[in-house]
């Protein structure tokens, strides 16, 4: 099976969509983050036009099965240094033992190398990513984020 990776188009969205509300059953919340069609469809379209944000196609299907998004800003805290932050990265369950994951995974970090200073990935707790595919790419664990759902 082969992918096509690319840079996701305003065109992508329904496709995008779709794999968004897997992502929200996946992330499991008391609060759901896809809020509804309107909503998500102006902030995906705003990080497909303004940010970083790539698709692996289906060579065959020539349908979506994964995405990596990620904001590309300067620091909150240092703004010399230019940040690639990740919001996101997906790939429907169906395709997960292929190299769809991966090669989102090196599109991503290319991107990073040409245009940041800085490249930031998180991945869920229950994630199958093996933690050695950040190692091997030059990642350092730097933090660990939690989760309280208050309300």
Known sequence: MSFTIRKATLEDLPDIM?????????????????????????????????????????????RVVGFISGLF?????????????ETFWWVNPEYRNTRAGLQLLNAYVDYGKENADWIICTIEADSPVNEKSFYKRGFKLKERSFLMEVH
């Open 18 to 62: 779709e794999e968004l509300k897997n992502f929200d059953k996946f992330y499991d919340s008391k609060k759901k983050l896809y809020r509804d069609d309107e909503t998500t469809s102006a902030v995906i379209g705003g990080l497909i036009e303004n940010h970083v944000f790539f698709v692996a196609e289906n060579n065959r299907t020539e």
């Open 73 to 85: 800003c300067p620091h909150m805290y240092n703004p010399d240094i230019m940040t690639l932050v």
